[in-house]
């Protein structure tokens, strides 16, 4: 049974970085077939794509966020993260990763989500 | 960026109405779009993709329709389960975009 599962510290202050990581089970990351992606939900509910990370290291980013956002994948410990420099109240979210298939970049399988609050 | 435009903002039906949820696109996004749903506290559920396959292990009464820039999502007899928000998302071009969801409420 295929499994993500995300982790960070669920309060972050300011100006700091946020940073989380996707635990994937069940699957290995390296499988080429799979896109890893990053997507957050603001507290009024609506969802943003934040990004994906390919087993290569290959990224794409919402250039809404491309300026402050680094995606890795460590594919020995079968996980992947998420790093997001000079946070604001604004990135409040619960963070989702997720899994595509391929070039079709619907989500078939998520994480449980890590509800992150910015504040001082 | 595509904007996804979705209609009701909310619903209220009862068990065993037919449901329908509609979801416009800003630009042509062929059949390069899917729904899902998310109940309180967890994540969104893949029910629909390429606009009308249904994805495994849901429910047949769910369906979904439509190309280019309009699409539908029907319930065809709602069942107390089918609480919560309805998403759809395309998949046509960069940035991937969701709408701003319906939330459906059982009478």
């Known amino acids: 049974q295929v499994q993500l599962r995300e982790s960070g510290p669920a309060l972050v202050k300011p100006s700091q970085a946020l940073s989380l990581t996707c635990n994937v089970s069940?699957?290995?990351?390296?499988?080429?077939?799979?896109?890893w992606s990053w997507i957050r939900q603001h507290p009024g509910k609506d969802l943003e794509w934040i990004g994906y990370?390919?087993?290569?290291?290959?990224?794409y980013y919402n250039p809404s966020l491309k300026s402050r956002l680094t995606m890795s994948v460590d594919r020995s410990q079968s996980h992947f993260s998420l790093n997001l420099n000079s946070v604001t109240a604004a990135d409040t979210a619960v963070y989702y990763c997720?899994?595509?298939?391929?070039?079709?970049?619907?989500?078939?399988?998520w994480g449980q989500g890590a509800p992150v609050t910015v504040s001082s | 960026a595509i904007q996804l435009t979705q209609s009701p903002s909310s619903l209220s039906a009862s068990v065993g109405d037919r449901v329908t949820i509609t979801c416009r696109a800003s630009?042509?996004?062929?059949?390069?779009l899917a729904w899902y749903q998310q109940k309180s506290g967890g994540p969104p559920r893949l029910l629909i993709f390429?606009?009308?396959s249904l994805q495994n292990g849901v429910p047949s009464r769910f369906s979904g329709s439509g190309s280019g820039t309009e699409f539908t999502l029907t319930v065809s007899s709602l069942q107390p389960e089918d609480f919560g928000i309805y998403y759809c998302?395309?998949?046509?071009?960069?940035?991937?975009?969701f709408g701003a969801g319906t939330r459906v409420e059982i009478k």
């Open positions: 997720a899994r595509s298939i391929g070039l079709r970049y619907f989500f078939d399988i």
């Open positions: 069940g699957v290995s990351v390296n499988n080429g077939q799979y896109y």
């Open positions: 990370i390919y087993y290569t290291g290959k990224t």
């Open positions: 630009q042509d996004c062929s059949i390069d």
């Open positions: 390429d606009a009308s």
């Open positions: 998302q395309q998949f046509n071009q960069y940035p991937l975009t």
